[in-house]
């Protein structure tokens, strides 16, 4: 394996808007608040930035195609800007191609920005996946929905585990409610309710097994990082934090052509978290990772991504949930922010909200969310769906 | 010897009690009570003519004694297609992933266009230029809400093979006449069926051209209509359907029921319909008269070999009768033939442009469900790749064509999908694992979600994809139905 990203980049500043139905903000505005918050975070000025990457998802409804967007909302002055979109993944993709430039040398100073306006595409939920997959794809695929694509994992994990229907989705709502009650501590989020098992239970169905509890929320957000390198950082400030690894896995159609798949996990997962432990150096996730972010777009993916990512053993995540394992004040949080769950998924923003999250924690700034002296951070974005997706893992630390 | 070597039928899942139809407009039109009984068949929001067709025809093709590698034409009959221009045979063909060499032709415009095919596919065979024709015959016709078209029309299809091996009913002859009498009418493009009084049509249409075509046969083929096993001619007011067979005297159990109470008047396809009916009831050296009436009428004569007592595999009409579900519901039932404006939502409105070039390049794995199998690890991958799925094989344009259309298939996993657009939520589908290897994600169709388990059995069926309404578009796919929704 080549020698990795490891400590090769550090983050000097990050920013995050609110999340939600932001009806009087456009993506230029999001942009700049994130920004705006960034820079400040960091001590440096807009004119040090290097160079930028955008990260967005549908841009028909959104920002637009191209870097230009970006470019023109920071006015970043015809520096070298790009647009990356890798589905859901895109957030953690322009934080990925921001810090690559700088461990390359390339620049001292990036910025990876994240952001999508789901509220302005008319659509509750994402808008049709039609035109997402190709011109072949759309004569063959179901009309699927993302709900509908996670609702077969669903549908895949309760047989093989032998679950009944209602077992299965009481394990689910166990980590919906968890996040809710996280997110409601969160000032930055969509959601801030706390929510009762049972009302996960009894919530309409989207896409059966899956409720409308067992999804994330629409929104808008914007959210952005400044990556540098470790000499900087340090003249910067005191408590910059490092990137141990950053992994991506993209599917190769296996999952979704060959019978080999069992459907009950998500195999970008597994390939990207065996090499961002190898990255990183980390031997036992389990007891090494002390938080974590994961890609919960519904409840059975973070089910699932607990398993995946090697924290709770095949088939056994559901004693890990139940013992409250991942709760805020279990052994490895997971969602402290809230998720997206509460959050929303702003397609090309989550990514990096779920790094400002991790930095925050590790930089003891989360307010009443702060976790005691967390060492480890770990952030999963994933996009596409269980039968064919991409999927990064990201692990940060002091 | 020419004649028959196969059927096949295709009555869709649903049917619709004419009583429910009745309770819901006969408030309007209470003459309609007269024609209140029994049950009609009803199409599913993702059946046509076209989709009908093909599953007869598949239903046909199941037969041993038939390979589809042997049939070298296609002629599809049906008032109600869904295109002018673009031959909906070609594309039925494709679905049945029929040679390339294979004669296609649509008949269309009559009520009779399937005996009409019928005697050209004989025709073809007789003059050599082919040796196995399908006829495929499928109608989807629409009564205005409230009118007694409504009650009397089914949806239905109906496929007959002929050729000249393994026959087991022989051609003996045929006559026809040609009669431009507009008993009923529907100008182009529009969607509605208009008759002339109805007394009108029965006693100078269905009661003169029908027996006079039957007189004109017998004395041609110099049978006496006594002699036969079964007289089957179309007319779905029943009165006058039982009096013509008394008018010819035939004894009441010569004459073939018009299957009203169970599939109702299934327009072109009707007369193949029962013809099928007939052959299923039927014994070596029975002979059967079969009449397509309409603007004039078409008359066969056809007797039984000794083949037909051995004669095994399709599912015809007596199996697709007792494969059904009751719809339950009038307004779904005009929802699914599209008669009233419906709010679809945001995702029911969103239809990207059909890219028809692209459609002709991958025309085999769209239409004829053909994907690719691996010479070198023997896995099957749909949709077709050149680069093996298999992770241990990776074999670079070893593949050869491979059709999952025929192959049936077991549940992976699956949904109900409330959110994703459906004219019948929720939208279920999910990952088909193949028998022999594959695996792909489907639509599922003719099943209640409740009713579907994981493992369970699925086989395949073509269906339309979506309805492009701006670019008038019809856009076709392969289904699952789950099959122990079909017991």
């Not at chain 2, 039932?333 to 442009?353: D, K, S």
């Amino acid at each position: 394996m080549a020698s990795g990203i490891r400590d090769k980049v550090a983050i000097v500043g990050m920013g995050c808007t609110n999340f939600g139905e932001l009806w009087n903000k456009g993506p230029a505005d999001l942009m700049v608040d994130a920004m705006i918050e960034a820079l400040e975070d960091s001590g440096l000025e807009k004119k040090q930035i290097d160079a930028a990457w955008l990260g967005a998802c549908f841009d028909e409804v959104n920002v637009g195609k191209s870097a230009i967007p970006l470019s023109t909302a920071l006015k970043l002055d015809f520096k070298p800007v790009t647009r990356v979109e890798n589905f859901c993944a895109s957030g953690t993709e322009s934080f990925r191609a921001a810090a690559y430039a700088v461990a390359a040398g390339a620049c001292d100073i990036a910025l990876a920005m994240g952001v999508e306006k789901l509220k302005d595409t008319g659509y509750g939920g994402l808008p049709d996946f039609g035109t997402a997959t190709g011109s072949t794809n759309r004569f063959i695929f179901p009309n699927l929905t993302a709900p509908g694509g996670f609702a077969m994992m669903a549908t895949r994990y309760f047989d093989r585990y032998g679950l009944s229907r209602e077992e299965g989705k009481r394990v689910l709502a166990h980590i919906s409610s968890k996040s809710h009650h996280n997110g409601a501590l969160n000032p930055k989020a969509h959601l801030r309710r706390e929510v009762s098992i049972d009302q996960v239970m009894e919530a309409p169905i989207v896409a059966d097994p899956l409720g409308l509890y067992d999804c994330c929320g629409v929104s808008d957000g914007g959210a952005c990082a400044i990556i540098t390198t470790p000499e900087i950082a340090k003249s910067l400030r005191p408590d910059p934090i490092y990137v141990k690894a950053l992994q991506i896995a993209v599917t190769s159609g296996m999952e979704a052509a060959h019978n080999s798949w069992d459907g009950s996990h998500v195999e970008t997962t597994c390939r990207a978290a065996i090499r961002a432990y190898e990255e990183a150096g980390i031997k036992s996730p389990r007891d090494e990772v002390s938080l974590m972010e994961v890609h919960d777009c519904f409840s059975i993916t973070e089910l699932v991504t607990y398993e995946d990512l090697q924290i709770s053993p095949r088939g056994k995540a559901r004693d890990d949930v139940e013992s409250g394992f991942f709760d805020h004040d279990g052994q490895l949080p997971c969602q402290i922010d809230g998720g997206l769950k509460c959050f929303g998924h702003p397609i090309g923003a989550s990514g990096l909200r779920m790094i400002y999250e991790v930095y925050k924690q590790l930089q003891g700034k989360a307010d009443e969310r702060q976790l005691s002296d967390p060492k480890v951070g770990l952030t999963h974005n994933l996009g596409g769906f269980p039968s064919g997706s991409v999927c990064s893992v990201a692990i940060f630390g002091k | 010897m020419i004649g028959i070597v196969s059927y096949g039928g295709c009555v869709p899942r649903y049917r619709l009690n004419r009583m429910m139809v009745f309770m819901a407009m006969g408030w309007f039109n209470p003459v309609t009570m007269a024609a209140a009984g029994g049950e009609k068949a009803v199409a599913n929001f993702d059946e046509d003519s076209i989709t009908m067709a093909v599953s007869a025809a598949i239903d046909c093709l199941a037969a041993p004694a038939i390979s589809r590698e042997s049939i070298d034409g296609l002629y599809l009959a049906s008032t109600t297609l869904p295109y002018s221009e673009r031959l909906n045979a070609a594309i039925a063909a494709s679905a049945l992933d029929l040679n390339e060499n294979c004669r296609t032709a649509d008949f269309s415009s009559s009520l009779r266009a399937s005996t009409s095919a019928l005697l050209g596919a004989i025709d073809a065979i007789k003059s050599g230029a082919n040796s196995n024709m399908l006829v495929a015959a499928a109608d989807s016709r629409l009564g205005k809400m409230g009118s007694l078209q409504e009650m009397f029309f089914g949806d239905a299809g109906a496929a007959l093979c002929v050729g000249s091996h393994d026959v087991i009913a022989e051609f003996k002859g045929s006559v026809s006449i040609s009669a431009d009498f507009p008993d009923h009418i529907r100008e182009c493009g529009a969607r509605f069926d208009r008759n002339w009084e109805e007394r009108w049509m029965r006693d100078e249409g269905y009661s003169k051209l029908i027996p006079k075509a039957l007189k004109k046969l017998a004395e041609k083929f110099s049978f006496d209509p006594q002699d036969v096993a079964k007289v089957i001619y179309p007319c779905h007011f029943g009165r006058e359907h039982r009096a013509i067979g008394k008018r010819l005297g035939l004894e009441r159990g010569q004459v073939q029921s018009m299957l009203m109470d169970e599939v109702g008047d299934s327009g072109s396809a009707h007369p193949l319909l029962m013809l099928i009916a007939a052959l299923e009831q039927a014994k070596p050296g029975d002979k059967l008269v079969v009449v397509g009436y309409g603007n004039g009428a078409d008359a066969l004569l056809f007797q039984c070999t000794d083949a037909i007592a051995d004669f095994k595999g399709p599912l015809g009409v007596s199996g697709c009768l007792q494969l059904k579900e009751d719809l339950n519901s009038y307004q779904k039932y005009t929802v699914f033939r599209n008669i009233v404006p419906m709010e679809l939502g945001i995702r029911g409105e969103t239809q990207a442009p059909t890219p028809l070039s692209v459609l002709w390049r991958e025309r085999r794995q769209v239409m004829g469900l053909v994907g690719t199998k691996c010479q070198a690890c023997g896995w099957a991958q749909y949709p077709s790749q050149r680069i093996c799925v298999n992770p241990e094989c990776g074999a670079i344009d070893q593949m050869e064509p491979y059709r999952f259309s025929d192959k049936p298939g077991t549940i992976f996993t699956y949904t109900g999908d409330m959110l994703a657009f459906s004219f019948d939520p929720p939208a279920v589908y999910g990952i088909v694992d193949f028998e022999g290897g594959g695996r792909t994600q489907m639509d599922f169709t003719d099943c209640l979600l409740e009713k579907i388990k994981v493992g369970q059995q699925v086989k395949m069926s073509f269906r339309r994809k979506y309805y492009d309404q701006q670019r008038g578009i019809h856009g076709y796919f392969w289904k699952a139905v789950p099959v122990a929704e079909l017991g």
